[in-house]
């Protein structure tokens, strides 16, 4: 009893909810789960530095202070927040010509791009805009990360063949590439495919292999061993470990800093609504729990608060991240807390050995994480299913690839809206007609149109809003210049309608001065209650009359019956 009252309580304070209650007998399992994610984890978020810009050790940061606030704070058992590699791109990509990447100055924009993407999460939550989530489709998502794994990929070429490579953007590293082919440096080569393979060969092995830290263990060793510094192998060299430290983002507030990073800060934001959201549903649903959004918006804000003032970058709901801890059998925040741990050991005691680590093994771990974007089966499917959403996802993947990761974004954003009006636009409306056996089926417009002589029943499939208008006054315009008879009644069966706007009202007031000039009484059939309180506040109900409403088609048709006979 003493336990439910504490869960009842953090539940209340919306604390621990991905936490509580606790399984006791589970506990080795979630331990296990976070030792095995820790192995996997350490190595990735690594190689997203490189992504990022940052130095290797804020890597680490991510998934620390932020990770632990994520598991206190939020509402899913499952979610797993730490370094991304979209975001991470969104990230070198808004800072690019603000400062050299690597420096404590870029460091710094990169921890404030941080706080102003939590400062927007927890607006979101105070006002409501959680919603934003919806806009990013799972058309164009599959297109946004596709795009960025080639441009990941791409990017670290250089890295693996030890080319330099100071270009900004996928045509301008391949034009760097291209350029300085004759510079390949062979060792540094031979470390990368070296890598590669292991990583590969683990993971043919059993996905169960670390193959990331038995790659970046291997490598630190042969490097210490054979002194690869001195074969022309570029290594990290010396790096400052410890705990980080907790300050504000050391840069010059102003008005033109804030102009610069907003859009780059908002781009972040709706892909952590999108990709945080749609991952948190996804496992809940698969393990039959609950999950809040909105509590979840809190611990991702306060989330990249800790990351802001701990020194490191952007974090976000992670679908792979969190599939490796379900994989492991991780299912609740105790095993991400046991990460925390072990990652806080790491920093602690075990940092100076990365000075032995080459750069192009960071670059071979973060070609892969490229590469795993690269949704080729999404895409097929995709093409497969939806020919013209196919379009809509190659369109994303283009612009990210071709133009930029926060120009990405917001194309993909547009091109969701698009779609969207796309079909509230041209709805697939019919008529109901009554088959064979006494019972009603949808039709094509065309004639024979009427469902007993005189009556119409003309279904609406979509929301009625200015951009559709033109649409349902062609239609019923056509119905009733075609129609196979004289018509009396025309019915707008309006189940599939949830909303009607100022001009979708206009529209009606002109259709019921349309139909009567025709002799033709307009009704409606199964209106929702707030389409009708539309409806009244529209003026429509007034022209129509009261009367003019049916709950259901057994109303219709017995008013139809009884109605009185024309003059």
């Not at 610069?260 to 945080?276: E, K, N």
């Not at 792979?320 to 991400?336: C, F, P």
């Not at 969701?416 to 019919?430: E, M, Q």
Request: glycine share 10%; aromatic share 8%; net charge neutral.
């Amino acid at each position: 009893m003493e336990k439910q009252d504490r869960n009842q309580r953090a539940a209340r304070l919306q604390i621990l909810q991905g936490i509580l209650p606790v399984d006791r007998a589970r506990l080795p399992a979630e331990m296990l789960a976070g030792l095995s994610f820790a192995c996997l984890a350490i190595p990735e978020v690594m190689g997203y530095t490189k992504i990022a810009g940052t130095p290797v050790m804020s890597g680490l940061y991510t998934i620390l202070i932020p990770m632990a606030l994520f598991a206190l704070f939020g509402s899913s058992r499952h979610l797993v927040v730490g370094a991304d590699s979209a975001t991470a791109a969104i990230t070198a990509s808004g800072l690019a010509g603000l400062a050299v990447s690597g420096t404590s100055e870029y460091l710094a924009l990169a921890s404030l791009l941080a706080l102003m993407a939590g400062m927007l999460l927890i607006a979101a939550r105070v006002i409501g805009l959680g919603f934003l989530a919806d806009f990013l489709s799972r058309t164009v998502l599959v297109g946004f990360l596709t795009g960025v794994g080639i441009q990941v990929a791409t990017g670290q070429i250089p890295g693996l063949l030890g080319i330099e490579s100071a270009g900004h953007g996928t045509l301008a590293r391949l034009k760097d590439l291209y350029l300085n082919i004759s510079n390949v440096n062979w060792p540094t080569v031979i470390v990368s495919s070296a890598v590669l393979g292991t990583v590969l060969g683990c993971a043919r092995l059993s996905h169960k292999i670390p193959g990331p830290l038995v790659a970046i263990v291997g490598v630190v060793l042969c490097s210490w061993a054979f002194s690869f510094d001195t074969s022309g192998i570029s290594v990290l060299g010396e790096i400052s470990g410890g705990l980080p430290s907790f300050s504000i983002p050391d840069v010059q507030w102003n008005w033109v800093l804030f102009k610069q990073l907003l859009p780059t800060a908002l781009s972040i934001f709706v892909v952590i609504l999108a990709q945080s959201a749609a991952t948190s549903r996804a496992y809940a649903s698969k393990y039959n729990e609950t999950f809040n959004e909105n509590t979840d918006l809190i611990g991702l804000g306060l989330a990249n608060f800790g990351a802001a003032f701990t020194g490191t970058f952007v974090v976000n709901g992670s679908p792979t991240k969190t599939e490796m801890v379900a994989s492991a059998g991780g299912r609740s925040q105790v095993a991400q807390l046991t990460t925390v741990a072990i990652v806080l050991l790491v920093i602690l005691f075990l940092t100076k050995p990365l000075a032995f680590l080459p750069t192009a093994a960071l670059s071979a771990i973060v070609f892969l994480i490229g590469l795993k974007l690269i949704d080729l089966h999404g895409m097929t499917t995709i093409y497969r299913q939806a020919r013209s959403e196919f379009w809509v996802a190659t369109a994303t993947a283009t612009v990210v690839v071709l133009v930029g990761v926060e120009q990405g974004v917001v194309f993909a954003m547009v091109l969701s809206l698009v779609d969207h009006t796309r079909r509230g636009y041209h709805p697939k409306n019919s008529v109901v007609l009554r088959t064979g056996s006494g019972g009603w089926r949808s039709k094509g417009l065309e004639a024979p149109n009427q469902f007993e002589p005189g009556l119409v029943i003309y279904r609406f499939s979509h929301g009625m809003y200015y951009a559709n208008m033109q649409i349902f006054t062609e239609e019923v315009t056509t119905i009733v210049q075609n129609a196979d008879g004289k018509l009396t009644w025309f019915c707008i069966d309006a189940s599939a309608i949830d909303v009607v706007d100022f001009t979708a009202g206009f529209t009606l007031r002109n259709i019921i001065s349309f139909l009567r000039t025709k002799e033709i009484r307009l009704v409606f059939t199964l209106v929702e209650p707030d389409v009708k309180a539309e409806l009244d506040r529209y003026g429509v109900t007034e022209l129509v009359g009261e009367t003019a409403f049916y709950e259901n088609g057994k109303a219709l048709l017995d008013a139809y019956h009884t109605r009185p006979s024309p003059m």
